[in-house]
């Protein structure tokens, strides 16, 4: 854009912000796997899903301190009429977090943030912007005018090595439906082909019916994500079978990077729920993520099914919000509100028609519900 590059000044050696440079983009994954706190989020692949599915414009931010890179930020612009908005991420990209990649030793929350606001507001024009992670301290983003909103998930820890001591920390009634599953015959298998979205858009938008929604998404954000974290090396995306080797029963989109196990989507059948096969194939992805030297396993959410595996409350995550005039903050939680009710109204009238025409008046099953962010994701 021809933009040179933002610099705070201070007592220590001056920071300055500009947008990646090509030959930086094309190594990308390698700038933000520097830092501890990346996660697949952060990586090229997901910033292109996120695009090749109408969320905005990807934005690539290097901050450079003595010559060197100490923290990357990919986020992308959105025009909402005359509004600019920055999202890393925003609401409903069901995207775990995001925020900056960034070596804390070396650079502070307040230095980010202090550089990257006014090239948001001055060179991009953005009126609201929104980022959301663990590591952002707290008292410098309310310092700098956000709003912090807590994004609880459940997450297990896992021993890459010493799987006995994992299943040990599941509860007794996952490791027996997990036996029983595999007594019944069920064959959990990983997929490669892009067959496996048709299915498992399918019973994603069961399971939405089922809780009294209707999914927010369409089938293609599935598939961009399927494509594009496949060919990164960073999808594990399973399906579990009954004995005739036909019929799916149950499905999930899991992400692996570093050392984190990830869920994205997870669904099952109604039908079929009896199987409960939705805990055969989470540990059969927990198996093959510990080989690959995983040792966290990040649910993605709340729920009481996912204790089932030994996951615990994790609160330290947090997204942070911030615009420009207050009546805009007030626009997007009303929005946020009503987007929500509309679902809530759109899957009453969907689970209410299905139940008419089936004759069938049962409560829907919440083990096993799709894999999403909190409400305030």
Known sequence: MGWGPVTVTGATPSLSLREAS???LERWDDLVGRFQNHRVVHRRA????????????????????????????????VRLGPLRLYGSPLPGWQTVSMG???????????????????????RHGVHHAELMGYDLDPEAMIALGFRGEMVPTYRTRMHPGDEATTLKGLKDSARRNIKRALKLGLDVRFEDDERFVDEHYEQVRE???????????????ILECFRRLRAAGNLLAASVYLPDGRTSVASGMFTVEANELLLWTWAHRTAH????????MTWTV?????????????????????????????????????????????????????FYWQQRLRGRLVRLTAARGNGDHEEATVSGTAGREGEAS
């Open 22 to 24: 090509a030959g930086e």
């Open 46 to 77: 997901w910033i292109e899903f996120l695009e090749a599915t109408g969320d905005g414009s990807p934005l690539y931010l290097v901050f450079e301190r003595a010559g060197e890179v100490v923290a990357c930020q990919p986020g992308l612009l």
């Open 100 to 122: 900056p990649a960034f070596d804390p030793a070396r650079v502070t929350t307040r230095e980010l943030v202090a550089a990257l606001l006014p090239f948001l507001e001055r």
């Open 207 to 221: 399971v939405y019916v089922r809780g009294g929604n209707t999914l927010p998404f369409g089938k293609r954000r």
């Open 273 to 280: 729920r009896w199987y409960r096969p939705t805990e055969l």
């Open 286 to 338: 927990m198996q093959r993520a510990m080989a690959a030297g995983c040792d966290t396993f990040d649910f993605m959410g709340i729920g009481e099914f996912k204790t089932k595996f030994g996951a615990r409350l994790d609160d330290r995550k947090y997204r942070w919000v911030r615009s420009r005039y207050h009546w805009l903050t007030q626009l997007r939680d009303w929005a946020q509100k009503g």
